[in-house]
């Protein structure tokens, strides 16, 4: 019996309120797929659904979502490369490099540095974030996955999500799926090499990826380096299926830092400590050598057994990370581990579809804080020691009635428990802190055809705040180490309720029809978490808002084919994404909350003929953006459009190639900043996005 209905209805009682904006990219039309084959697996999978049944799944959400096939795209390296071109996600190079780009959906996590929080990242539908909400993002390779399902704002699906950010969940690929040789190189010293191999049987099936990165960067001191181990293997007989899931990720990066803005205009490639001003001998990135090394090992299991009408999942996990983030000032080295566990009972009755969930999750971690010193690096002052324990407790109940053929009414209510402790073992310091709250969700779907759906939600999201918020560390006189603070900040639980309309759909029939996708939303938020960097740019302190903050936006994409001369076809995908984020009363009341792009727009445009794919992309940020909330005049991330050109060639099932050129016309600008409360123009503040760079790969399918 098919399981493809029970999915799409029991998830959709769990995801109120959100939009399939993936139909263009998700849809197997050949008008707009690459030639790239990924053979599905032996019999049907519930634990590593294909793209029908992800598909199924997303449209039963009455909200925005995303469905990514990573593997059709030419490159597939960044974490870019895998989300270019979707509505709803906002993707900030940091370095350029294989590092640690800032991610953002509807304004969830924007604020934070160095490490991302408030999107719940999901690999094979367990939790990557530790336990207190962070997460360190270079650790995803997109290679491995078969697709990726984005659940938007409040949509996600997850009993363990309750952020405004929402849940991105990377499929891994499975079995023979992508069993492949790579090489690629280009540009900035960038070298990655690829290799994966599986078996499968009828009940049985494996599959083990090898991956090494590595780039010296455009700017100065921006070396990276990934190597990355990971694996899975499955069983499934009958009704029962289980999969087991092996991890290795070894990351290290350098940090170049930010710059004034005069330094990025003139000199996009250089740091502080390249030229012999105060501000150069104070900030020296060569002597402070700030940079970021991390492992993770990861083993997670997952169990499915049942029919559509009554079915269990079983998930486990443990990982562990040891962490050392080494800024201008201080380093903080962190290890620990974290364990979850997820069970999940689902069944329908009639009409109606239901789906019980517990969730828990648990990581105890040691965070060591050292002043770093100015003269060589290394650490020359121990001023923190804490012991930390974040723990998670979630429910969810969730129901999807079908009152008639076109029309579903699905609701979900989360109750949860973040707990949050912290002692300084240094100076006896302790902050506990614990929040309980429910976060509930209502949405209607319409949908009198496949072609259309309509859908509205409301709902409610809460954030609890990580321990790169809760703790603070800085050296208020950078030429003087013994100045090192260090306190535990108590914070309160971001709170936010959005309503949301979209729809999605399908114009015209055949291969030159239209894939389109529309989503606008509005949240009031309450107690936003605000992350504010010092007038350096080293260190930053975390505070709640302390009045309403607003955030709004329109989420579109469109895609699809139009016949091309000589028998070709041009294939195109453009997104644009909207933000209006402000601040509703207080301090700040009237000003653009800084850190959001008003305007995002990606586009692509390619000639398809044969085995040939070429054309020109681009990633245009249509107005200026404040980087910080006072929105000071002159300080501001000037709009940028940057133009790239892709070039693939498949010349049989086996071998196929690419070339590609990004930032053709070498346009100087700024890929990210650091978020203040006020600044000044001589204030260092940016991040140079890369300048012109060519890259190249070969490729190798068994």
Do not use: C
């Amino acid at each position: 019996m098919s399981h493809v209905p029970v999915l799409r209805r029991l998830t959709v009682s769990l995801a109120l309120g959100g939009l399939w904006s993936g139909a263009a990219w998700a849809e197997p039309s050949t008008s707009t797929l690459s030639p790239i084959v990924i053979k599905a697996p032996v019999g049907q999978s519930v634990l590593q659904a294909d793209l029908r049944q992800e598909k199924a799944r997303l449209d039963a959400v009455p909200g925005g979502t995303n469905l990514i096939l990573p593997q059709h795209e030419v490159r597939l390296v960044t974490l870019r490369d895998a989300l270019d071109y979707q509505p709803g996600l906002v993707v900030q190079d940091f370095f350029g490099g294989i590092d640690q780009p800032r991610l953002n959906i509807r304004g969830s996590g924007i604020q934070s540095n160095p490490v991302n929080r408030g999107v719940l990242l999901l690999q094979d539908g367990l939790p990557l974030n530790e336990a207190d909400g962070s997460f360190v993002i270079g650790f995803l390779e997109p290679r491995n996955s078969s697709l990726i399902s984005v659940r938007r704002g409040a949509n996600a699906l997850s009993a363990s999500a309750t952020t405004l950010g929402g849940e991105l969940d990377f499929r891994s690929m499975s079995g023979t799926q992508g069993d492949t040789i790579s090489v690629e190189g280009g540009s900035f010293g960038r070298l990655g090499l690829y290799a994966a191999k599986g078996f499968q049987t009828d009940e049985f099936d494996g599959r083990l990826a090898v991956s090494h990165d590595k780039a010296d960067g455009y700017r100065h001191h921006s070396d990276s380096e990934r190597t990355n181990v990971q694996g899975n293997i499955g069983f499934k007989r009958g009704q029962l299926e289980n999969r087991t899931y092996l991890s290795y990720v070894d990351l290290k990066f350098d940090i170049p830092n930010v710059v004034p803005r005069e330094r990025l205009y003139s000199d996009p490639r250089s740091v502080m400590g390249d030229y012999d001003t105060p501000q150069d001998r104070a900030a020296n990135v060569y002597k402070r050598d700030p940079n970021r090394k991390a492992t993770q090992f990861r083993l997670a299991n997952r169990s499915y057994w049942g029919t559509e009408e009554f079915n269990q999942t079983v998930g486990l996990y443990w990982q562990t990370v040891d962490d050392t983030f080494t800024n201008p000032q201080v380093s903080s080295p962190t290890k620990g581990h974290t364990y979850g566990a997820q069970w999940q009972v689902a069944g329908r009755e009639g009409s109606l579809d239901y789906r019980f969930a517990l969730d828990w999750a648990r990581s105890d971690m040691d965070r060591e804080l050292y002043a770093v010193n100015p003269a060589n690096g290394s650490r020359a002052l121990f001023f923190g020691d804490y012991r930390l324990r974040a723990e998670n407790r979630n429910a969810l109940l969730g129901l999807s009635w079908n009152v008639a053929p076109q029309w579903t009414v699905v609701g979900d209510v989360k109750y949860s428990q973040a707990i949050r402790d912290a002692r300084n073992r240094l100076g006896g310091d302790t902050l506990n802190q614990k929040w309980s709250y429910a976060s509930p969700k209502l949405g209607v779907v319409w949908q009198p055809s496949e072609d259309l759906r309509v859908f509205a939600n409301v709902s409610r999201s809460h954030e609890a705040p990580t321990y790169w918020e809760i703790i603070s560390a800085e050296v208020p006189q950078p030429m003087n180490v013994r100045s090192a603070v260090t306190g535990l900040t108590e914070l309160n639980v971001q709170k936010a309720t959005t309503f949301e309309l979209g729809g999605a759909g399908r114009l015209g029939s055949g291969e030159s029809a239209v894939d389109w996708s529309l989503a606008v939303y509005r949240s009031k938020v309450k107690d936003e978490l605000m992350a504010v960097s010092d007038a350096t740019g080293a260190s930053s302190v975390t505070f709640n808002y302390g009045d309403r903050t607003r955030h709004q936006g329109v989420e579109a994409g469109l895609s699809g084919s139009l016949p091309a001369p000589a028998a070709g076809r041009w294939d195109y995908r453009l997104s644009y994404t909207y933000s209006d984020f402000r601040f509703r009363g207080g301090e700040y009341e009237g000003n653009r909350i800084a850190g959001v792009p008003k305007h995002l727009l990606g586009a692509e445009l390619m000639y398809r003929r044969g085995g040939w794919r070429f054309g020109p992309n681009l990633r245009w940020l249509a107005s200026d953006t404040p980087t910080n909330h006072q929105n000071v005049q002159g300080t501001h991330q000037n709009a940028y459009a940057i133009w790239g050109f892709k070039v693939a060639y498949q010349h049989d099932k086996h071998w196929s190639a690419y070339l590609m050129a990004d930032n053709i016309f070498d346009k100087t600008y700024a890929s990210s900043y650091v978020i203040r409360r006020s600044a000044s123009e001589a204030m260092p503040t940016y991040l140079a996005g890369n300048g012109r760079s060519f890259f190249g790969g070969v490729k190798y399918n068994f």
